[in-house]
């Protein structure tokens, strides 16, 4: 069988680096909804390494955005989520009984599918996480995080003398960035992406990818995305959900060139379904 991403020039650098430790533990992880009706993860084991990003492909439904919200305790929320199995920040237990879930929430920058700014200035927007969470002291100090962050987003010289505007005058590429920035303002040591190119055209789409590859010297970053090509370009691993389970995972140029599964063959071939 010929695979699709057969193509060397799409991995620009899609193999895990050994000198990366763990730094995310996912075992024997088991999630259901409803109070157990519904079985969404089933006996997942995952290791997410530091300063790479991770991908999470897979059909809808298959348990990627599940997965992406346990490991920053979102799922806590919805009522009736029944978790067994342990997953480790660190070598901690992030669901131990004594584990201060609001506080490790910080460690963690959140991307969503829609830029989603706030209505009040571009200023504002960079600046609300880190006020309210205390991490710098006066306007001074502020006005330095809020430009590092527009400059670690790739978005600071589009509106170095237009920080006083509405973040929604941004166009939707820059919402994104901005969405970023905004992110990195609470100094999280992990960014967790759900298809934030999903809603944007081409240029902003490729903005946005070379941003992901500069977030990684830095930070861990874990994508969810139905863009294989997009898995391929940005990612050094890549894990595959089939129906709540992981099919497979590690470097992603030997999965997409060599899958092992029949599920995964056919998906990434276009042959799902």
């Known amino acids: 069988m010929t695979i699709v991403l057969d193509d060397r020039k799409l991995f620009t650098d899609g193999h895990h680096h050994a000198q990366n430790r763990v730094k995310i533990a996912v075992k024997d992880v088991n999630l259901w909804y409803g109070h157990g009706e519904k079985h969404a993860l089933k006996d997942v084991n995952l290791d997410i390494y530091e300063r790479e990003v991770t991908a999470f492909i897979g059909p809808s439904g298959c348990g990627k955005t599940t997965l992406l919200k346990c490991l920053n305790r979102m799922n806590d929320e919805i009522p009736g989520v029944v978790l067994e199995g342990s997953i480790t920040v660190d070598g901690k237990n992030i669901y131990d009984r004594h584990f201060e879930a609001c506080e490790y929430r910080r460690r963690f ?99 946005v990818e070379e941003l992901i590859g500069e977030l990684k010297a830095r930070h861990t970053v874990i994508i969810i995305t139905h863009n294989l090509q997009q898995a391929a370009r940005v990612s050094q691993r890549t894990a595959f959900f089939h129906l709540g389970n992981l099919m497979e995972s590690g470097d992603t140029q030997t999965l997409f060139v060599h899958p092992e599964t029949r599920q995964l063959k056919d998906f990434v071939t276009g042959n799902y379904g």
């Open 109 to 207: 920058g959140w991307v969503a599918q829609v830029p989603n700014p706030f209505a009040k200035s571009i200023h504002a927007n960079v600046a609300y996480g880190a006020r309210i969470h205390g991490v710098v002291n006066g306007r001074r100090q502020m006005d330095g995080l809020v430009e590092d962050c527009l400059r670690r987003a790739n978005l600071w010289e589009e509106v170095k003398d237009r920080l006083d505007e509405s973040a929604l005058s941004l166009s939707g590429g820059q919402q994104q960035r901005l969405c970023i920035a905004r992110a990195l303002s609470t100094e999280p040591e992990i960014i967790l992406m759900d298809e934030p190119c999903s809603a944007l055209d081409p240029q902003a789409t490729m903005m």
